[in-house]
């Protein structure tokens, strides 16, 4: 069956799909985290070495990825936008770049206070912490450059650009990072080698980055939809919404 | 030719304007006149490629063309609002750099008949710095006759000029038409140009 | 937005560049104040490490390497926002969007000139800041080679980002916001090749990624700019 993609990029077609989308990914995301939460604090058992301070695994490297992975996307469509000029995929980067912020700043925090325990220090300049911290400085460096433009046209366009130059910069940055500091544990799951943590808790932890995946894709398509009113509030299809003609 | 269908512009949320159609043939200048804040220099920079209509086609010759399109750029010759001159070069070195950078290669003595012609001979070593805003565009005057292109763009083009230098304005603008050219200008004050080669079009 | 649609295939790209590079030249050197403010801001940031920290020399030529390098960061810094600012102002930067010639090839040799006029006197300035903080003649050379690759790094990301603050709310502050993360690599690999020579290790691991990121920062940063200089005129 062919779909007619160019009919779900025009924004008033998009506003009705996006809600529907989004309480289905919350529901999905609300579910994942009660089952996620519960492997993480009940199922799984306490940790040898870590006690029960790893749990914060759990929340730290589900966000520490979607922090990453929110960037990848938000250049996809920033890409988008600048090659094929489309409104809507401008608005879905500008849409995520407060999540990613707000991932990027979690999986800072939550490092932070695993970091006490383990290491004896919030903050130890670990290659993944401080990528992640440039990472979050990047976020907020696009946020800052919608904000300072007024003309959304050119704000998307501005960012789009910003966002690739970033996105073919963050492999180099987490390289020299690396580079500047190979002290660091060694990465906790890889596909490559045998998993060194037990079932249970990579099964939770990836339970966990579901429902974190999901989280992000409800709150964007939300975020895109109030962004969507606001850039369309002219149109006549706003008008006409049932919650705009209440008001 | 230069054609634009349908064109629009906005500012924030309010329409400038809308479905504005028109077309301008070799040998003809539009004048576009209307009010502060009506648009003028928002169609302007959409005809001359250095911004994308909000909506709408704009065709030089038939093909229509997006902003900053290299066949545009080989047509326009803009004059905007500022004459886009270094303060620290001289007027020959304004005048030269500025008909390089449009893809012409006068020669010295070129350079300074363009500059007597505009009566700027005895300035030409002067820095811009401390010529007065009607030399300073008369140096862009300079630049027009220069960098022969079909499509003058002009903004406002009489602005801070006195009586000999917009006679001097009508007289190239006149030439120009003449030989074909195209010429779009947004003005308050009537160009004394024959009225056979004039459209206008008002954004009231 | 068409800025690739159009590009590329005018030819003229070597003359553009030299018309950018001979017209920014000309300019700064009848301007040499700033090229005075630019050295000056340098020398007063290396200064002020000392008199924050302490005086005591093997900290110093530990410090060294990354306070020279923070330094020179900064004062590109300081000169970014005029790259096309003053350009925009007086009508030029429209001309040059409006050039049959590709922009690409006009701001690279606009941003070979801001290197030229900020860059390379940081670099050449350097042997003397590294002499206050005690490094030694291998230290210093190396030092020296990485600013050389590096600064002119600096310079064409900086560009990207002078572009996309060009007339923005803050610009300034903003441009320092968006561009300082993106010179982290150049940062690591700069400081790291004079550390690693203090250490006695290889340095030319870190030179050739200073001069690969060079390279690929000279082929992208150009087009990224001009894409932002056209967004900027819209």
């Known amino acids: 069956m062919a779909i007619n993609w160019y009919h779900y990029a025009s924004p008033a077609t998009f506003h009705p799909l996006a809600g529907r989308l989004a309480a289905a990914f919350a529901w999905l995301a609300a579910a994942l985290t009660a089952a996620g939460l519960w492997i993480g604090f009940v199922v799984a058992p306490t940790d040898a070495t870590q006690g029960e301070a790893y749990r914060i695994i759990f929340i730290h490297v589900p966000t520490a990825w979607m922090a990453m992975f929110i960037y990848l996307v938000m250049a996809f469509w920033s890409a988008l936008a600048l090659g094929f000029n489309t409104r809507l995929s401008a608005m879905m980067a500008q849409s995520l770049a407060p999540t990613g912020a707000l991932m990027a700043l979690l999986a800072l925090w939550t490092g932070a206070f695993w970091g006490r325990p383990t290491w004896g220090t919030y903050w130890a300049w670990d290659a993944r912490m401080t990528s992640t911290l440039i990472l979050l400085f990047l976020y907020l460096g696009v946020i800052a450059l919608r904000n300072a433009i007024d003309d959304p046209r050119r704000a998307d366009k501005a960012c789009a650009v910003l966002t690739l130059v970033g996105a073919v910069n963050v492999p180099i940055i987490y390289f020299s990072v690396r580079w500047w500091n190979t002290l660091h544990q060694g990465a906790s799951v890889s596909l490559t080698s045998a998993p060194k943590m037990a079932t249970i808790m990579l099964t939770g932890m990836l339970v966990m980055t579901f429902a974190c995946w999901f989280w992000c894709i409800a709150v964007a398509l939300w975020r895109v939809q109030a962004i969507i009113l606001e850039r369309e509030r002219g149109a006549g299809w706003v008008a006409a919404l049932p919650a705009v003609r209440e008001t | ?204 | 937005m068409g800025a690739r649609d159009s590009d590329d295939h005018d030819g003229g790209g070597t003359d553009a560049f030299a018309w950018a590079l001979r017209r920014d030249l000309a300019i700064a050197l009848r301007t040499r104040s700033e090229l005075a403010v630019q050295l000056l801001f340098y020398a007063i940031v290396v200064t002020l490490f000392p008199l924050a920290t302490t005086p005591e020399r093997n900290l110093l030529s530990t410090m060294g390497p990354g306070v020279l390098w923070v330094a020179a960061l900064l004062a590109a810094l300081l000169s970014l926002p005029r790259m096309f600012a003053l350009d925009q102002a007086d009508g030029s930067l429209e001309q040059m969007a409006l050039s049959p010639w590709p922009l690409p090839a006009i701001v690279s040799g606009k941003i070979a000139a801001h290197w030229l006029v900020t860059g390379l006197p940081v670099v050449l300035l350097s042997p003397i800041a590294a002499l206050q903080y005690g490094l030694d003649g291998t230290a210093i050379a190396v030092l020296v080679a990485g600013l050389a690759l590096g600064t002119p790094v600096l310079s064409l990301i900086g560009a990207i980002g002078a572009a996309l603050t060009l007339g923005v709310r803050g610009g300034g502050s903003l441009l320092a916001l968006l561009v300082l993360p993106l010179y982290v690599p150049v940062l690591i690999f700069g400081a790291g090749a004079v550390d690693a020579v203090r250490g006695g290790l290889a340095v030319d691991a870190n030179l050739s990624l200073l001069g690969a990121g060079l390279i690929v920062a000279a082929l992208g940063a150009p087009f990224a700019a001009a894409a932002a200089v056209r967004i900027a005129l819209d």
């Not at chain 2, 250095?50 to 399109?69: C, K, N, Q, Y």
């Not at chain 2, 750099?97 to 003595?109: K, M, Q, W």
């Not at chain 2, 030989?179 to 200008?185: D, K, R, T």
């Open chain 2, 1 to 204: 030719m230069l054609e634009a269908q349908d064109l629009a512009a906005r500012r924030g949320t309010s329409q400038l304007y809308e479905g504005l159609s028109f077309s301008v043939r070799d040998g003809v200048a539009l004048v576009v006149t209307g009010a502060n804040g009506r648009g003028k220099t928002t169609l302007l920079r959409a005809l001359a490629g250095l911004s994308e209509p909000a909506a709408g086609t704009i065709r030089l010759d038939g093909e229509a063309v997006r902003p900053f399109a290299a066949i545009l750029r080989r047509a326009v010759a803009f004059a905007g609002h500022a004459a886009a001159l270094k303060d620290e070069l001289t007027a020959r070195e304004n005048l030269a750099s500025l008909a390089a950078l449009a893809g012409a290669d006068p020669s010295p003595a070129d350079i300074d008949a363009a500059l007597d012609r505009v009566a700027l001979g005895p300035k030409r070593s002067l820095p811009a710095r401390v010529l007065y805003q009607g030399q300073r565009r008369r140096i862009g005057l300079a630049r027009l006759a220069l960098v022969r292109r079909r499509l003058w763009i002009l903004d406002e083009p009489v602005t801070a000029l006195d009586a000999e230098g917009t006679a001097l304005l009508a007289g190239m603008l006149d030439a120009h038409l003449a030989g074909g050219g195209m010429a779009v200008a947004a003005t308050h004050a009537p160009l004394a140009v024959d009225r056979s080669r004039i459209a206008s079009l008002s954004l009231d």
